[in-house]
């Protein structure tokens, strides 16, 4: 065997890929209410030969069809992460499970993780533990939604779960669905009209059978799957997709028919959180808070109680950024964390199968790889030269960051013809000024950002999301029609790790609005790229205590009894934090925040009549400013 290495991104030496291939069996298992649930496992074999003694299981619980045929082909989890394929190599058995009210799982459901899909989650996570081929030990695995579902589960408390590994998941759902106060219309809407249409699902083809049989053994193939991206082999039109496969028993699909028959009565989220602006506005057919019961930072005393490792993996880009940070701060067991320079389908720079099996080899076969003596936060700063992108660090924030306020001033800048191009800079002019703003409901960052790829609803190309490509296109446009303020070139590189705040204080002739703020990098000669972003509207300003650790990050609260309109003439200070980063901007480049009244292409703001106007105060009276954890280079 190879000499032992066990250390971020790098693993050899403790195990080894015994296996060639596996063979797919699907059956439903009933869950406590006898509620059927569809299940596909694949089992390791060697030159064709099924292997039989028991192995961990690592299972995930999936809201988009655990398999699919797409094109007279099945296509399974397997095939779009193939990372898993290198796992199962090294003696796991991998599953998927369809949630209840989807796939080929019988059951419906109101909105997106109700609280029986918790109990399912325990319930299989248990049936795994209790088959002659499962050595007792199971462990989850993969993002988004089958991220979310495995802090549900832990939650739940399965003796069995030894294990989790969430990937860009919330800890707080109001936050993805009302950022600031305000609806991710297009976002949820995309991902509600996607769902709803897979659990439809299309009508099988003629030659499905077939399909189903030929994928029922596979071998590995050469090209090593370590090298294939996040989405994988399998084609657009699955993941979700359809039509769904049946499982094994249902030789006339006629199970998958009564099952998705189920389907039809369920509500789409959209049509839910539509109806629910408030973080405790109390839903009707629940008689509590939606956004509430669908959060997990409620279930954190329960979490403890279970015990379950976790390692956490988050991307700078996606629409869950602060959440996964927020989980590190939050979690109360032991755990991991990975941020990348990733969009919410993106891995570039990292080797997921290294890391998974560290992670499963540790807690799923006892091995004492010292997966847990390393650093346990690891995180890719943007710009940073090859080689040294990957930091690591065991505290977050950072203890090194120098919190630092940046102050708007009268310009002009000379980077941008803005409507006022103002400056940005660490000293705060000696006099009061303002710059005035008429809102402009056009502006807009773009249909393809964290929020439209986080849930659905970005540009799809060459046949599929490219996962690590960089979706936002040049910011300038957006920041002529907003207030800018901007940086003279910078003498020297700053990098830029953890959490910006803004703070801006305005007046407006309208009793509410939309406040969006963007992080930028000018570029010579004069491209904005996108760094991050915050938003909030301002009725929803004011401050509370946050239900968990919030790293004294401002919390908005956003009970109905919190609201607060605007007075005319009268100021008011808007406090919120911008998504988390760590960007490294480059000497020579500038620095800009642009503030804007809308993002229509992703966020729902009522248009006004007569258009506002929103007078943007700064200097010693009303210190607007955005303070950056500067980290000393």
């Known amino acids: 065997m190879a000499d032992k290495i066990s250390r971020f991104n790098a693993y050899q030496g403790y195990s080894s890929a015994e296996f060639d291939g596996w063979q797919r069996f699907s059956q439903y298992v009933r869950a406590r209410d006898g509620t059927r649930l569809a299940v596909d496992y694949y089992r390791p074999t060697h030159k064709g030969e099924l292997h039989n003694e028991p192995l961990p299981v690592i299972w995930s619980h999936t809201r988009y069809q655990r398999a ?65 081929w499962c050595n007792e030990r199971v462990g989850m695995v993969r993002r988004s939604y089958l991220g979310i579902t495995q802090y549900f589960n832990a939650s739940q408390a399965p003796p069995h779960l030894a294990c989790i590994f969430p990937e860009v998941a919330w800890i707080d759902e109001y936050d993805l669905v009302y950022p600031g106060g305000i609806f991710c219309d297009w976002g949820v809407y995309c991902w509600s ?35 294939m991206s996040y989405t994988g082999v399998a084609p657009a039109g699955g993941d979700p997709g359809g039509p769904v496969a049946p499982v094994d028993e249902d030789t006339d699909a006629s199970l998958l028919a009564s099952a998705t028959a189920q389907h039809q009565s369920s509500p789409t989220p959209y049509r839910i959180v539509e109806k629910l602006p408030h973080r405790d506005t109390v839903d009707v057919e629940l008689g509590t808070s939606f956004h509430e019961q669908r959060s997990l930072y409620p279930r954190l005393k329960d ?18 950024a602060r959440d996964t940070l927020l989980w590190f701060r939050n979690y109360p067991n032991r755990q991991k964390l990975v941020m990348g320079p ?3 389908g ?52 950072l203890p090194s960051e120098q919190r630092t306020g940046f102050h708007f001033q009268s310009g002009p800048s000379g980077s941008i013809e803005s409507t006022n191009d103002g400056l940005l800079a660490q000293s705060m002019a000696d006099t009061d000024g303002q710059h005035t703003y008429r809102v402009d409901y056009t502006t807009s960052s773009g249909i393809d950002n964290r929020w439209t790829w986080t849930m659905g609803g970005g540009i799809i190309e060459e046949g599929f999301k490219a996962p690590n490509r960089y979706p936002y296109p040049d910011m300038k446009a957006n ?31 309208a ?28 009725s929803h300003r004011r401050l509370a205590t946050p239900p968990y650790d919030r790293m004294g990050l401002p919390y908005h609260r956003s009970y109905a009894e919190d609201m607060q309109t605007l007075e005319a003439g009268v100021a008011a200070e808007l406090v919120f934090d911008l998504q988390p980063v760590s960007y ?18 992703t966020f729902s703001t009522p248009i006004v009549e007569p258009t506002p106007v929103v007078n943007l105060l700064h200097g010693p009276s009303h210190p607007s400013r955005i303070v950056l954890p500067v980290i000393p280079l």
């Not at 609005?513 to 972003?533: C, H, K, Q």
């Open 68 to 132: 699919n045929i797409t094109q007279g082909v099945l296509y399974t989890s397997l095939d779009y992460h193939p990372p898993l394929i290198s796992v199962l190599q090294h003696g796991y058995i991998i599953a998927t499970a369809d949630v209840r009210g989807a796939g080929a799982s019988f059951g419906t459901k109101y909105g997106w993780f109700p609280p029986e899909e918790a109990e399912d989650a325990y319930d299989i996570t248990e049936w795994f533990a209790k088959q002659q």
């Open 193 to 227: 009209r996607d769902v709803e249409s897979a659990d439809r699902s299309a009508a099988l083809p003629e030659n499905w059978r077939e399909s189903v049989e030929a994928g029922r053994q596979r071998h590995v193939p050469p090209t090593p799957y370590v090298e």
């Open 303 to 320: 979490i403890k109680r279970a015990a379950v490792p976790s390692y956490h993996l988050g991307g700078w880009f996606d629409g869950f």
């Open 342 to 344: 990733w969009f919410h």
């Open 346 to 397: 993106g891995l570039a720079g990292i080797d997921m199968p290294a890391e998974y099996l560290r992670w499963y080899d540790h807690f799923l076969k006892g091995i004492d790889n010292h997966v847990l003596d390393d650093e346990a936060i690891h995180y890719w700063t943007i710009n940073s030269a090859p080689g040294t992108q990957w930091r690591a660090s065991n505290e977050w924030p």
């Open 479 to 509: 920041d002529l029609k907003g207030l800018t303020y901007t940086t003279e070139p910078l003498d020297f590189p700053m990098e830029v790790t953890g959490h910006p705040v803004v703070h801006l204080w305005i007046t407006s002739t």
């Open 511 to 538: 009793a509410d609005g939309d406040f969006f703020v963007y992080l930028e990098d000018i570029e010579p000669p004069g491209r904005s790229a996108y760094v991050s972003e915050g938003q909030l509207r301002a």
């Open 584 to 601: 490294l901007f480059e000497s020579g480049h500038r620095i800009r925040v642009t503030i804007t009244c809308a993002d229509k292409d």
